[in-house]
């Protein structure tokens, strides 16, 4: 994979195996990819955001950044604290 | 932005069952002044009788923490202060996880061990909101013993 966002290692008697990973760009899932594992197999990559979706997010047409959704997630939080919740 | 890790190692581990029961570690944002927490490092594997068994691995994102047992990370440069973030290992109870919230899974050999680490700016994050954060699970149907668990993770 080109420039992974992770590496991930299997230790076993069989021996080692590693591949490649990266995070999801929507929702932060750990996608693991297997070597000469088809692209439209592993989700898919969003042309707005440029960054790779798992297949679970690549089935939603919507950009919705995972930044986003912390942004979102912490304003809310911020919120509830000033009204005294 | 600190460094640290956080093990099961001390305590009393939990036995794996077949259904996701307990925890084996938890990190939750702190209060006051929660900060983002992204785990960049996972390791596991189990310490039983060693067999075939599949188990099944998994950290979600949680909304509450477990309540038990409360450890104190370590910080990886003894210069930087404790963690604002609550940890938790071989908690019998897991917390509130998030229905879709499934940010890791994978399904090795009870033999095998198993290491991800996460490139720069492909962590796993979790919002700076109190209580939220991470679990780290695992499940079996064959395997009922004890399992071993490290998260290296960064505060933000």
């Not at chain 2, 309540?67 to 104190?72: E, N």
Request: with cysteine; glycine share 12%.
């Amino acid at each position: 994979m080109l420039r992974p966002g992770g590496n991930a290692v299997i230790t076993d008697p069989g021996g080692v195996t590693e591949f490649d990973t990266f995070t999801c760009g929507h929702c932060g899932t750990l996608v693991h990819v297997w070597p000469r594992q088809r692209p439209e197999d592993i989700g898919g990559f969003c042309r707005q955001c440029m960054k790779p979706t798992c297949p679970r997010c690549a089935d939603d047409e919507r950009c919705d950044p995972l930044e986003r959704k912390l942004e979102r997630a912490e304003a809310r939080s911020a919120a509830l604290k000033s009204y005294g919740l | 932005m600190a460094n640290y890790a956080l093990t099961n190692g001390s305590g009393t581990q939990q036995p794996t069952a077949a259904a996701y029961t307990g925890a084996l570690l938890g990190v939750t944002a702190g209060t006051p002044g929660g900060r983002r927490i992204k785990v960049y490092d996972v390791l596991i594997g189990t310490n039983g009788l060693p067999a075939d068994n599949f188990v099944e691995w998994s950290i979600d994102r949680v909304t509450t923490g477990s309540s038990a047992t409360v450890v104190v990370p370590n910080p990886l440069d003894t210069a930087d202060a404790p963690a604002v973030a609550v940890c938790t290992a071989n908690s019998s109870t897991g917390g509130t996880v998030v229905a879709t919230g499934q940010v890791f899974y994978v399904g090795v050999n009870q033999r095998a061990s198993y290491r991800w680490v996460a490139a720069p700016g492909s962590e796993l994050v979790s919002p700076a909101v109190a209580a939220s954060g991470f679990q780290l699970r695992i499940r079996s149907g064959g395997y009922l013993g004890t399992a071993t668990g490290t998260l290296l993770f960064q505060e933000q």
